[in-house]
């Protein structure tokens, strides 16, 4: 235990001098500000484990294994452990993956033991967790490199050492998930490898695995269906193996590391990443990798709540996609081969693409363009390896989670930003194929998650229009979402140099005025003959089976990001569009409907920010007279739905989708349309922040900030004055100074 509290003192020291500081420029302050628990309350459902930067493995104690807030395997409020498992899910809706589990143990010989521990004794830090298991009197410490996963523990009772590997964990056993296959083989008396397969969200997941131990286990225990096997190789679902460590007072050390490929990669990953066993070492590395992503935006401010909520939510947008490729190149693709990756292409997984369109992939394109780069082409060769774009790839997986085809968006944003190759034939093919109906495709994946990437809301799109109410449901939904991908799929076509497809697709991304109803002045269901959808209760949400996802009228009805200005036609004029945002942001936050998604939280009036349809909604005053409207409604947001605590996060992260929301709009600009390169102003919440680009640094000072000083006087880029709350993504990457003059008046 004095091993574990020697370094641990340490860490939280660190953080506490550097907390104390005041000046940004400290190279430690960063760290300090990142609390891996926010988040992990409530239904944040992110994760506090060990992992760095877009890491393939996230180690992380599982506490939660069944329903929605298992989705990460963790929830803050439990107070038990079932293993520390190398890979997780932050703030998704749905759970998955919990590979290769394993638990120290000690004063027990149940077949599967289960640990307790307090509040008061977890820690974690970016790369790092830790935690005291009080029934087993054990310290269990966690750190990382990109694939392998190290433990240390640190045994009470040297005399009962014992660690348990679980075969048969999984995470959402209760919605369906299973252990498909397990063929594990005891190589000798330090290491364990073999090939674990699931099936879940993902529907045919496959990991294989190299664990080693610091020292020789000496006697070992296996366990099969609820019976003692004597055997080195395991074939079964359900089994766990006991290790018994000899007497002694040393920490125990493991090392666990992951592929998506075979036994090799694994042993491969290890040599590459981790051939030695310091766990010190390893963790300073895990905090440096960390410090040289974050430190691509420094921020300052006299609000240390600011300051970590900023930071913080600049870590957990670095969580997913996370890479799914051996050191060696190989992984496997969408069409379940093992692929050697092109060179400058790596596979990467985990796109939460319908919420990380909006501010997590327009974030990464300033702040890290080369990896914006990578991820776009990643997309491209997902479609060649499974003729569709993703909509939510997992694990070599297609899902045909959410709406529409947003991988065209994020695609769209790289070419406006220059981001993309300069032949973009492949791009533009990969976004057809995704945006036309293919009963091929469907034909293929009858049956299988895979089916609904290309869902029959796109049949109707194309044959009459719109999507109609009485066919299928989340019918305004897809359409809305359908008519601004097709915009993008335009804009790529515009930049290939194909005009014919250009007017296709730009003539189909008018389709979202069909849905518009000008007598309730919002989005509605039409029926197959064009009908309204009666009754209209535009507050009623049936989770599924409305025609909103995961919403209502009112949070979708303002969903037009590549045509505001042809939305405020509709409206008649700006001031109508402006007292319907009033309206959205002051009527009665009733949600109605017995079955109404729980999706739909962090309520200001009808807008809901805990989900995404509604985050670029704030900033649409900025099309209107009064500008200014976007400046309270944006203090509101982030000074109510963003804390300092677990349950700071007032809905799902979303793969770091929540969090980049709030590092955009903290530095006071925001992108409502990806795929135009424009950023519309905002209220900046810190006071200075230095943004690392290509061409040097770009400065952004809000002058006399104050919680009372939320409204812009003025705004000066390279000083000049801006005319309108606008400027562009070339302009921000040439750097220099973008000044905000704060004042309390409108």
């Not at 004597?230 to 666990?256: E, S």
């Not at 509604?614 to 000074?639: G, V």
């Not at 040097?696 to 009372?708: K, M, P, T, V, Y």
Request: aromatic share 12%.
């Amino acid at each position: 235990m004095k091993i574990r509290l020697s370094l641990l003192s340490l860490v939280l020291l660190s953080g506490l001098l550097a907390g104390c500081q005041s000046n940004v420029n400290q190279q430690d302050d960063i760290l300090s500000y990142i609390d891996p628990f926010i988040g992990t309350g409530f239904h944040g459902h992110t994760l506090p484990g060990a992992t760095l930067p877009f890491g393939m493995v996230q180690l992380s104690p599982d506490t939660h294994l069944d329903g929605w807030d298992a989705s990460s395997g963790y929830h803050y409020e439990d107070s038990v452990i079932y293993a520390f498992s190398h890979t997780h899910l932050s703030g998704t809706g749905i759970g998955d993956l919990g590979d290769v589990a394993l638990l120290p143990y000690s004063n027990t010989d149940e077949s599967i033991p289960v640990a307790s521990f307090n509040k008061k004794d977890e820690h974690a830090s970016p790369g790092y967790y830790s935690v005291y298991l009080q029934n087993f009197d054990i310290d269990v410490e966690l750190t990382s490199t990109l694939r392998v996963g190290l433990h240390k523990y640190s045994f009470g009772q040297a005399d009962d050492r014992n660690v348990m590997f679980n075969l048969a964990h999984v995470l959402q056993a209760n919605w369906g998930n299973a252990i498909t296959g397990n063929t594990c083989t005891i190589v000798d008396n330090q290491t364990i490898e073999g090939v674990q397969q699931s099936t879940g969200w993902a529907k045919d997941h496959l990991v294989a695995y190299r664990i080693e131990f610091s020292e020789p286990f000496e006697e070992k225990r296996v366990i099969i269906d609820d019976k003692s096997i004597d055997t080195n190789n395991i074939q079964a679902v359900n089994a766990q193996v006991h290790l018994k460590f000899a007497n002694n007072n040393q920490p125990l050390l493991i090392k666990v590391a992951i592929s998506a490929v075979d036994e090799k990669g694994a042993a491969q990953n290890m040599q590459a990443e981790l051939p030695g066993w310091s766990f010190e070492e390893t963790y300073k590395t895990a905090q440096s990798e960390w410090l040289n992503q974050l430190e691509g935006i420094r921020i300052e401010s006299e609000d240390n709540t600011i300051k970590t909520n900023f930071y913080t939510a600049l870590y957990h947008s670095m969580m997913a996609p996370f890479v799914w490729q051996d050191v060696d190149g190989r992984y496997r693709g969408m069409d379940k081969q093992i692929h050697q990756a092109p060179e400058g292409h790596i596979n990467y997984t985990v796109f939460s693409l319908w919420d990380t369109f909006r501010a997590f992939h327009p974030l990464m394109t300033i702040i890290n363009p080369e990896k914006a780069g990578i991820w776009s082409q990643a997309l491209v060769q997902k479609y060649h390896e499974g003729s569709i774009l993703p909509k939510w790839p997992l694990a070599s997986n297609y899902t045909g989670t959410m709406v529409g085809y947003p991988a065209v968006s994020v695609l769209a944003d790289a070419v406006a930003k220059g981001l993309a190759p300069d032949d973009l034939a492949e791009w533009l093919e990969a976004s057809v194929q995704s945006a036309t109906w293919r009963p091929d495709f469907v034909k293929k994946h009858k049956g299988t998650f895979a089916e609904k990437v290309m869902s029959r809301h796109i049949y109707f799109k194309e044959n009459l229009g719109w999507v109609p109410s009485d066919s299928v449901a989340e019918a305004v939904s897809y359409g809305l979402e359908m008519a601004y991908y097709d915009w993008c799929v335009a804009m790529i076509a515009k930049a290939a140099g194909n005009s014919d497809v250009e007017k296709e697709f730009m003539d189909k991304s008018n389709y979202f005025k069909h849905y518009f109803d000008e007598a309730s002045g919002l989005m509605r269901g039409k029926n197959h003959d064009g009908s309204w959808v009666t009754p209209f209760r535009p507050r009623y949400s049936s989770h599924e089976k409305s025609d909103y996802v995961e919403g209502n009228a009112w949070q979708w009805s303002f969903f037009t990001p590549h045509a505001n200005e042809q939305l405020i036609e509709l409206y008649g004029s700006k001031e109508r569009f402006e007292a319907m945002l009033d309206t959205l942001f002051t009527t009665d936050s009733t949600i109605e409907g017995e079955h109404a998604s729980g999706d739909i939280t962090g309520l200001i009036g009808q807008y809901a920010h805990g989900n995404e349809p509604s985050h670029h909604m704030a900033y649409l005053y900025n099309w209107t007279n009064a500008p200014y409207k976007t400046n309270e409604r944006l203090d509101q947001i982030m000074r109510n739905f963003y804390l300092p605590e677990p349950a700071g996060i007032i809905g799902n992260e979303d793969c770091g989708q929540m969090s980049a929301w709030y590092v955009m709009s903290a530095l006071g600009f925001y992108q409502v349309c990806p795929g135009d390169a424009t950023y519309t102003t905002g209220r900046p919440m810190v006071d200075k922040a230095i943004i690392q680009v290509p061409a040097g640094q770009l400065e952004i000072i809000a002058h006399n900030n104050s919680a009372e000083n939320m409204y812009v006087d003025k705004i000066l880029l390279n000083g000049k004055q801006l005319e309108q709350p606008f400027f562009t993504h070339q302009q921000l990457m040439q750097g220099g100074k973008l000044e905000f003059y704060m004042t309390n008046q409108k």
